[in-house]
């Protein structure tokens, strides 16, 4: 679930399914996929327009392709950024998963696939790109730290992507660095992550600490001001009143809660 809404005074109420909705997911080998993106969620990639793809069938959630359109634009790679991968069905990563294997081996395998089931990839939020005009590894191209591939990496944050596997994160993420696959999150959050210089599994942990009880994480940038709140889901999932905002989005974590991020313009 991602609800955005414009609101003044709404209340909320949310299910248990909802945990499992949402751009802020935490998928990993302990928090498998359980709510498949719905065919009008995604899009295919080709209809951007505005670079390269190693293979026309690519889908991504449809506001994650908005946005890494924009991201490639803004990074001057319209023809030296290729998507490599996006959207995977289960039994597509079972296959990239079990060829790995035979031919990389169980180790290659387990530090750069993810098991079947526990991929970002099947959530349709996840993309590898890739260095175009190259020969690229399907399964870690190359994605250098010069020309449109750093500006990409420089810029990624302000359009709501995340490099999800980055290095030193490698014992709490289990899978190692990956300067190809990122992640679609949202602003303001990917903003956070990028400056605290957390990986996901961090930064979600962290936000738990911003209840209703304790109060709300804030920041602000781009003449907004966003407040961010962590409810936990009851048996039922739960109810909250929310204070007077412009807007307001909501994801479940994969995990056990909802993340809240309320939206008002910052005063000028």
Known sequence: MNKEQHARRVRLELSRDDIHRGKLL????????????????LEPALKAGC?????DRILLESECLKMLASLIKAAGGETDIMAVSGYRTRQEQEEIYETSLAENGPLYTSQYVAYPGCSEHQTGLAVDVGLAGTPLDFIAPA?????????FKQKAADYGFIQRYKEGKESITSIACEPWHFRYVGTPHSQL????????EEYLAFIKTFTPQNGCLTWSGNGEICDILYVEAGGQGASIQLPDCDAFAVSGNNMD??????????AT
């Not at 994605?143 to 500006?151: K, N, Q």
């Not at 992550?193 to 996901?200: A, F, G, K, S």
């Not at 993340?259 to 313009?265: C, S, V, Y």
């Open 26 to 41: 935490l998928v990993n080998r302990n928090h498998p996929v359980v709510a498949q993106p719905s065919d009008d969620e």
């Open 193 to 200: 992550i990028q400056e605290m210089d957390l990986c996901l």
């Open 143 to 151: 994605f250098p730290d010069e020309g449109a591939c750093l500006a």
């Open 51 to 55: 670079f390269a793809l190693l293979e």
């Open 257 to 266: 809660g909802y993340i809240i991020t309320m939206t008002r313009r910052a």
